[in-house]
């Protein structure tokens, strides 16, 4: 191991640490954000392990989260709660597979709009089961969870998404994304079995967001429909993941956090103008940073480099 | 003359139709070990369609692609990849957001029988099209010749048995074009089998030892070179006009 790959592991240790105590120094309304940070950094990295190498604009992120949540909602009560997790976990799991199975033959636009569609029927299909099954609109989600621990919950599951993407970046299915995204014709013609990549990374970014909407699921106390499946958080983390850029892990995190932090400016400041001043900030990224925060670091980096080696020159 | 040793791939009666066009009607034909066999015919006789069906971009209607004694045809394209079957296209591919040694390494990566042959090499494979030292380099900074150097850098990669060359040599200037035949006839004195669709004469002459002619889907020649273009059938197939006078 090379002396910067130590100290960015030193690095890292130290920031989780002093992420795990800040639940005991803060106010309730800074856990609280703290908590939705935390939320979207996940959401937008597990988002970008799939999308970023293939380059798919996923709309089914709420989807999954909103499956996780309901998974709460239902057995909650039932099962002690690792159980809970673990369950929540294959049924967005199995969720995914079948959807990316049925889906990842299509293509460019016809991919956006099914997934986006996909979340509705999901939402329908509980509502529909509700009303006519077990007969309740809403459901009440009592559980001795503390908002500190929904946090050190989400805490640990953004070190295992970063951890993930990070041995994915490394290992063979991560190559074989990248020249599926840069061409999938030539990654069949290299032996690579295309379905089976794409669909497994589906799953995992799937497993990701299942769980982040099963850990938030405490936090509301009543859930329905039309709260765990909230199109709004399919559309804000593709806005985050693709300002931070979602060609590295860490990219999207880079659009979570300051996105995050605008939201909640915006919404506590300008409470009825918010939603206008967000569509104005979304496209002035997109034409600003076309390729995100990673794309303008790269930049900058590659600049440096040329006029740096331009200086030895002369 | 046919080599007595069987075939490396056999194509019989391969068909593919596109709504009520029959793109490729019951093809035929043979590649054997180390021979370069070429696919000619006019635009749109269905050459880049056959490639498309060995090697498993197009699923075929009817027939057979046997790959040494495996009947392949149907199977999906990576399959076929892992088989042995390595192609170039007619518009370049290269993979240009990464390096020249990642777009060798592309096709090193998910192919068993490339995996363990270990005096197969990234350096080894760009040196052998002519791109030694280029293994850092950003393959979009490629100049023409060399992208299509890099393309069949990455084929030879899968260690195939049998390469499918399409319009490899096409787009070359006369220069380029020397160095093109002379590679792709290094690779048949390596023993390699080649399959390749072209239209450059000089190529044709020089590199294939037999030829088949597709004209509206069909096999009308099959045979030596030499004899194949004197073929009146085929002479009047690229519309009467022979090759030169």
Redesign the interface.
């Known amino acids: 191991m090379s002396v910067s790959q130590l100290l960015i592991g030193a690095v890292s240790l130290a920031a989780i640490a002093g992420l795990a105590v800040v639940p005991s120094l803060v106010d309730a309304y800074h856990l609280a954000l703290g908590i939705t940070l935390l939320q979207f950094t996940i959401l937008a990295t597990a988002w970008g392990l799939f999308s970023g190498p293939t380059r798919y604009v996923s709309l089914a992120t709420t989807a999954f989260f909103g499956v996780g949540a309901y998974t709460v909602a239902v057995l909650g009560e039932q099962l002690p709660w690792p159980l809970v997790l673990t369950v929540a976990a294959v049924i967005g799991s199995v969720t995914s597979a079948i959807v990316g199975l049925s889906t990842l033959r299509l293509s460019g636009v016809h991919f956006v709009i099914f997934t986006f569609g996909l979340a509705e029927l999901v939402k329908q299909l509980v509502v529909w089961f509700e009303v006519n099954k077990s007969r309740v609109l809403g459901r009440y989600i009592f559980l001795d969870i503390t908002q500190q621990d929904i946090y050190w919950q989400l805490l640990a599951l953004a070190v295992i998404v970063f951890a993930v993407g990070w041995l994915i970046a490394r290992s ?1 299915l991560g ?2 994304l ?2 599926i ?3 999938e ?10 379905t089976f990549a794409k669909v497994a990374l589906f799953v995992i970014s799937a497993v990701f967001m299942t769980l982040v909407g099963a850990i938030m699921a405490p936090r509301w106390t009543y859930i329905e429909p039309s709260i765990a499946f909230n199109a709004t958080i399919s559309f804000e983390v593709v806005i985050m993941a693709l300002l931070g850029g979602a060609h590295r892990v860490w990219g999207p995190a880079l659009g979570a956090i300051p996105l995050t932090l605008l939201f909640e400016f915006l919404s506590a400041r300008f409470p009825n103008t918010s939603t206008l001043i967000m569509g104005v900030v979304f496209l002035l990224i997109v034409y600003a940073l076309p390729s995100g925060v990673v794309g303008l670091i790269e930049k900058i980096r590659q600049f440096r480099r040329g006029s740096a080696a331009q200086g030895s020159g002369t | 003359m046919m080599s007595s040793s069987a075939p490396i791939l056999k194509v019989e009666g391969l068909t593919r139709r596109f709504g009520g066009l029959v793109a490729v009607n019951d093809m035929g034909f043979t590649v054997h070990a180390g021979e370069i066999v070429g696919l000619l015919g006019p635009n749109g006789s269905g050459k880049t369609t056959a490639i498309n069906l060995i ?3 197009l699923q075929p209607d009817a027939g057979r692609v046997v790959l040494g004694d495996t009947d392949i045809a149907g199977w ?4 076929i ?2 088989l042995g079957v ?2 170039t ?1 007619q518009l370049v ?1 290269v ?4 390096t020249c040694g ?1 777009n060798v ?3 090193l ?3 068993q029988r490339a995996r363990i042959e270990s005096d197969v090499s990234v350096d080894g494979l760009l040196a052998r099209v002519g791109l030694a030292d280029h293994n850092s380099r950003p393959a979009s900074e490629l100049t023409y010749i060399d992208r299509k150097r890099l393309e069949l850098a ?2 030879l990669a ?1 260690r195939p048995s049998v390469l499918l060359l399409d319009e490899w040599l096409a787009g070359l200037n006369p220069s380029e074009l020397q160095i093109g035949i002379a590679l792709i006839r290094s690779l048949k004195d390596e023993g390699l089998s080649i399959l390749m669709v072209e239209h450059v004469m000089a190529a044709i002459r020089s590199l294939c030892s037999r030829c088949v002619v597709m004209s509206s889907g069909r096999r009308i020649a099959d045979g030596p070179t030499d004899t194949v273009l004197r073929d009146p059938a085929v002479i009047e197939a690229y519309l009467g006009a022979p090759e030169h006078a």
């Open positions: 063979r190559f074989a990248r020249i995204g840069e061409d014709t030539v990654a069949r013609h290299c032996g690579i079995n295309v | 090697s498993g971009v999906p394209t990576f399959k990849a892992r390595a192609r296209f591919r993979l240009d957001g990464m990642d390494r592309a096709g990566a998910f192919n990455r084929a899968l």
